[in-house]
């Protein structure tokens, strides 16, 4: 049987944690002095457009092709082997973000027009301006993603997902030094630049321990080498994949610009908000697991029970955590969204907007979080193209239906045009759905069936909505309360009333838990 890669999994969903915090302070000192305005959405689509380069170069299909070969290749003792690898991925990926980068800031003009074509005049000028400082610091982002790769392969996972801190905490301090005073105009850029010199000092806590596991890294270009050759088959089809991926967001933000002032700004809260569990959970076990699988050894069936066994562990964890999640964005994400944003220019009517797009997307977390681990053992099976297939299907769905429920549904219903932001976040969360059906029923033609065991889920939605009334009870009795401390006396109340629930329905997790936290006193 293979152990257990719970520990592994803790690690990198504490580091992921400490980072997510990080972030969510960061928009917090955003949205203080920026609210929902147009300079808020400028800042919004500049992040996003040159982040463009590092999800698809970078974490994702870097993580999909280099990391399966390269964590095989360090589980059977092959060093030298590894050592030519990594150095020729690292080569190859700074020659190749070079040139993207080039090409990026020359066109940034055509690519605001592209993406975001509802920002005009000052406001696209602006955007242009902040893409074309962002793009290099996306580029040295890409780089790091290469040294998390090596980093989980050889079981460091803490110092890979906490790096971002570092990135985070730049971006805090500067904006908390210039913002006061500042027009968000100068604001904004001066937040850019921050932007630059984070990435740099993420880049550089992660290098040392990189390259003393490498064990003298030689930066070369040879394609040629099997290994290296096994590493750009896949990813092609994973850096396609990602393409798809990225697709979907930029749709959304295509369509969000059409939506009026604010809409880009606030689905960029809720989306920071809704990808929480998902990097928490999904993430954690998906990159603990990866490694894990892709060096287990044997025949293939004894490969593919190992694969079994940690996909239905990994399931059943995943699915432990995210549905409070998915329950308490539906019935408490004003309390959520106000305790993180509600502050400065940041008001309780823009929380509420914020929880309507929330409510949306949970309708598909549960799903986009099992996905992740899903995907994780296509990629250990070397299949990278099987999650492309049906990564495409859930674009096109969101795509259609974005389109549908958010242009054109609202003035039916007599709503203003910014609501289509929900329907746009709904969509979303039923396409999820149908890709991780999908994903499920190829991977179990592939390796064998896995299941939930009988009455797992059914128990853990009715704790969650038990929690979830026992805090809209105590909401009752603070209404003029603070964001904070409603936050505090709902939420607290809500997590206590779950766990006990999941205690007392016998749920594995749990009681693994509570194992764990007796063993350590």
């Not at 980072?19 to 400028?42: N, P, W």
């Not at 105590?474 to 904070?484: D, F, R, S, V, Y």
Request: with cysteine; proline share 4%.
């Amino acid at each position: 049987m293979a152990r257990s890669s719970g520990r592994s999994a803790a690690l990198v969903g504490v580091g992921i944690f400490l980072s997510r915090i990080a972030g969510l302070i960061r928009q917090r000192v955003f949205a203080h002095f920026l609210g929902l305005s147009d300079e808020a959405d400028v800042l919004t689509a500049s992040f996003r457009i040159p982040n463009l380069l590092q999800n698809l170069l970078g974490e994702g299909a870097l993580s999909a092709s280099f990391i399966p070969v390269y964590a095989r290749l360090v589980a059977e003792g092959k060093d030298e082997d590894a050592r030519v690898l990594a150095s020729a991925v690292a080569g190859l990926l700074a020659l190749m973000v070079a040139i993207v980068v080039a090409l990026g800031v020359a066109l940034a003009p055509m690519v605001v027009n592209i993406l975001v074509p509802g920002f005009t005049g000052a406001k696209h000028a602006l955007t242009v301006e902040l893409v074309r400082i962002l793009f290099p610091a996306t580029a040295v982002l890409v780089l790091s993603a290469w040294c998390l790769g090596i980093l989980n392969s050889h079981g460091k996972f803490f110092l890979s997902y906490t790096a971002p801190v570092v990135w985070n905490a730049t971006l805090i301090v500067v904006t908390l030094l210039v913002g006061r005073g500042a027009a968000p105009e100068s604001l904004v850029i001066d937040i850019a630049w921050a932007a630059v010199a984070g990435s740099l000092l993420q880049l550089l806590v992660q290098l040392p321990s990189t390259i003393a596991l490498t064990r003298g890294l030689r930066l070369t270009m040879d394609a040629a080498h099997a290994n290296v050759a096994a590493v750009l088959g896949n990813f092609g089809p994973a850096l396609m994949g990602r393409g798809v991926n990225q697709v979907s967001a930029y749709v959304d933000a295509f369509i969000a610009s059409l939506l009026g002032q604010g809409a880009v700004a606030a689905i960029s809260s809720a989306q920071m908000l809704y990808t929480l569990p998902v990097s928490l959970f999904g993430m954690s076990v998906s990159a603990a697991e990866l490694p894990a699988m892709s060096a287990a050894t044997g025949e293939e069936s004894e490969r593919h029970a190992v694969m079994r066994h940690r996909l239905e562990d990994g399931l059943h964890r995943i699915a432990f955590f995210v549905v409070p999640c998915a329950m308490a964005f539906v019935t408490l994400g004003d309390v959520v969204a106000g305790a993180v944003f509600q502050t400065g220019r940041f008001s309780a009517q823009d929380s509420r907007y914020v929880w309507a797009i929330l409510a949306g997307s949970a309708v598909g977390l549960l799903a986009s979080t099992l996905s992740r681990l899903s995907s994780s053992t296509f990629y250990a099976l070397g299949d990278t193209r099987t999650p492309l297939r049906y990564a495409l299907v859930r674009v096109l769905l969101t795509t259609g239906l974005g389109l549908l429920c958010a242009l054109y549904v609202p003035p039916l219903l007599g709503l203003e045009a910014r609501w289509g932001a929900v329907g746009l976040s709904a969509t979303a969360g039923f396409a999820a759905w149908v890709e991780f059906l999908l994903l499920r029923h190829t991977l179990q033609s592939r390796i064998g069936a896995t299941h939930f065991r009988p009455g797992y889920l059914p128990r853990l939605w009715v704790a969650a909505g038990t929690g979830a009334l026992t805090a809209w009870t105590i909401l009752m009795q603070l209404e003029k309360a603070g964001p904070l401390v409603q936050a505090a006396l709902a939420l607290v109340p809500f997590t206590i009333v779950y766990f006990g629930l999941a205690l007392l329905f016998r749920i594995p997790t749990a009681l693994a838990l509570v194992r764990e936290l007796r063993r350590r006193d």
